[in-house]
């Protein structure tokens, strides 16, 4: 359980701020949060729709949408280079090939209209890292993500291909410079379930022969135990807890991660009503002064409603940490 | 889906219009590539024996000047034939010219955003409310003048169209894939916006032939665009205009061919129109 902190750590994410200037005023969409990644790792991002997830792995690409969205604090040391220093063609040169991306939809996330092999060259066309000719780097890609018949597929256009097959070629794409770390954007749930464990199986493969580090962002469980090894879960753009996999499924810290475990039906266990956290997590543009997750949360003391909670650690060998007064 | 006759009936007619358009389109096409074969006289060919003709069917009409002639004896049918290269060269030359000015500036303006979209799109305010005719007066009329002024002046209508399509298509997630690929701006912008909006540019390049013949006729006849002894069609329609109570023909064929070749270009346009929206496709 201690391997990862031995691990060389890749990423340091240290206090990170992504604000949004609207008319209504700033929302804070990640509001200052610390995690690290070691080398070869999976770690999965989970959190509800709007805690801040998307927002957190733009930030790391730098690609927050502009004007309105800013990184108004903190620091991503991608092996010990902060990449909010970075000019636009350093992130160029980083963007696809050291650090790469997995987007949501594999449907919209491919031109239509270009043939696959022309954007699966997008990535060596800018970044002359390996040797042959654009057409062979193409075959190649698509066999490592298991397309059949490349020599033909790559000719045709992102239409003809499946939900499933789309979303091979974009993860080819991701890993066609063999990057350190790879974010994945909940690549799995605009897909059918027997076609989600088919595409996670891919991911811990390549992720296995490659040695990439996977920044798995989902809101699904299952998708987290099934992969990663480590576990963040993220509450109204802060991060609550993280902790191993294994940990985090038996003894959950934070009220909430209880909550969204409770939550989670179980087969063939025969309930009434399935368990739901009461209320909504709080707006951005004013959150609340104390914990986030005070409105909801049942066993609130008086403190919850004053001050944020410091991050506490539980277990210093597992790096299991919770945000809660709790556990203090 | 259950039709009753006479909607089935209404529906053969309207897809049957298309075939209209593709009809004078092709035939001004054809025109355009062969007319030099096709024509049986010279345009500057000129008989004084043979003056003021009328079309064959007239009285005093004869079969070798099917549509008569001019002041000149010049040949009516001819100088149509060899007109039509003109009106489409023309035209043409215009779009060429101000479509891709207009595309980049649109394209430039979408995309960038912020002050450059501003730049722009304030730029297009302006050359829209200049008087792209009397630069044409000031330059002296020529052919040339016609393609330079018209072709400057007009980008501002593509610029908008093309930034309004890259306004809609740079939100989607291919292009967000293809910076996370590491390509740049103008990458993102020709080689993948631009395809997106082909479709939308050969609507509006169809439709704006036949605007562009209407306005370089317009210009020919004012006497502000190609001058004689050009077979220019508007300028033929100005050349007869003179003898309108006397020789009809030489105002109204040159009016039937602006109007057949425009309402082609038309009807054409529609029609790709709504072949490459799917949306209008289920009505």
Not at chain 1, 77 to 91: D, G, I, Q, R, V
Not at chain 1, 155 to 176: E, K, L, N
Not at chain 2, 87 to 109: E, K, Q, R
Not at chain 2, 229 to 249: F, Q, T
Request: aromatic share 8%; net charge positive; glycine share 8%.
């Amino acid at each position: 359980m201690t391997e990862h902190i031995k691990k060389d750590i890749i990423l340091q994410v240290q206090g990170l701020k992504t604000h949004f200037f609207t008319k209504r005023g700033v929302v804070k969409a990640v509001d200052g949060i610390d995690f690290s990644m070691g080398k070869g790792e999976i770690v999965g991002l989970v959190g509800e729709s709007g805690s801040g997830k998307s927002i957190t792995s733009l930030s790391i690409m730098r690609l927050v949408p502009k004007p309105a969205g800013e990184i108004v604090d903190g620091k991503i040391l991608f092996y010990n280079e902060n990449l909010l220093e970075k000019s636009a063609e350093e992130m160029r040169q980083i963007r696809g090939n050291r650090i790469s991306m997995i987007l949501q939809d594999p449907m919209v996330s491919l031109n239509q209209i270009l043939r696959v092999e022309y954007q699966i060259g997008e990535v060596f066309r800018f970044h002359k890292k390996t040797n042959g000719s654009l057409r062979e780097k193409c075959i190649n890609v698509l066999r490592k993500v298991k397309v059949p018949s490349p020599e033909l597929r790559m000719r045709d256009y992102p239409f003809q291909f499946s939900g499933g097959m789309c979303q091979r070629v974009v993860i080819g794409m991701g890993i066609a410079n063999s990057p350190k770390l790879l974010i994945a954007d909940e690549p799995t749930t605009a897909l059918d379930v027997t076609i989600q464990s088919q595409i996670l199986q891919l991911m811990k493969r390549v992720q296995q022969e490659t040695g990439t580090a996977i920044l798995m962002i989902t809101h699904d469980l299952a998708t987290v135990a099934q992969i990663c090894s480590r576990v963040m879960v993220m509450y109204a753009g802060r991060i609550v807890e993280k902790a191993p996999v294994h940990t985090f499924y038996k003894i959950p810290a934070h009220p909430y991660s209880c909550g969204l475990i409770k939550s989670v039906p179980v087969l063939g266990k025969k309930i009434d009503r399935l368990f739901s956290i009461e209320g909504q997590p709080p707006s951005l543009l004013n959150p609340p002064e104390g914990c986030r997750f005070v409105s909801r949360c049942n066993q609130a003391k008086e403190i919850c409603h004053r001050e944020y909670p410091p991050e506490i650690t539980l277990d210093e060998n597992t790096n299991h940490r919770v945000s809660c007064w709790l556990h203090t | 889906m259950f039709l009753d006759k006479k909607k089935k009936k209404q529906r053969k007619i309207k897809n049957r219009i298309p075939f209209i358009g593709l009809t004078f389109v092709t035939g001004f096409l054809f025109l355009v590539i062969f007319g030099n074969w096709v024509a049986p006289y010279d345009y500057e060919y000129w008989d004084m024996a043979s003056m003021m003709m009328p079309p064959a069917w007239e009285e005093g009409g004869s079969i070798s000047h099917v549509l008569g002639t001019d002041a000149l004896g010049r040949d009516v049918f001819s100088r149509l034939i060899h007109g039509s290269r003109f009106s489409l060269l023309i035209a043409v030359a215009c779009i060429a010219c101000y479509g891709t000015i207009g595309v980049i500036m649109g394209l430039l303006s979408g995309f960038m955003g912020g002050i450059t979209d501003m730049v722009i799109m304030r730029l297009c305010d302006l050359w829209m409310s200049m008087p792209a005719i009397i630069l044409v007066s000031l330059m002296g009329p020529s052919a040339l003048t016609v393609i330079v002024v018209v072709g400057i002046a007009g980008w501002p209508g593509y610029a908008r169209i093309v930034r309004g399509e890259c306004l809609s298509i740079k939100q989607n997630d291919f292009i967000r894939l293809a910076r996370v690929a590491g390509c740049s701006n103008l990458r993102i912008m020709f080689s993948h916006v631009f395809p997106n909006i082909a479709n939308t540019l050969i609507v509006l390049v169809t439709l704006n032939i036949g605007q562009m013949i209407i306005l370089t006729a317009t210009l020919s006849f004012l006497g502000l665009g190609t001058q004689p002894p050009s077979p220019d069609w508007g300028l033929m329609m100005n050349e007869g205009r003179r003898y309108i109570n006397s020789a009809w023909w030489l105002v109204v064929f040159p009016g039937v061919a602006i109007l057949m070749a425009v309402l082609g270009f038309n009807i054409v346009g529609d029609w790709l129109r709504e072949i490459f929206d799917p949306k209008q496709k289920l009505r």
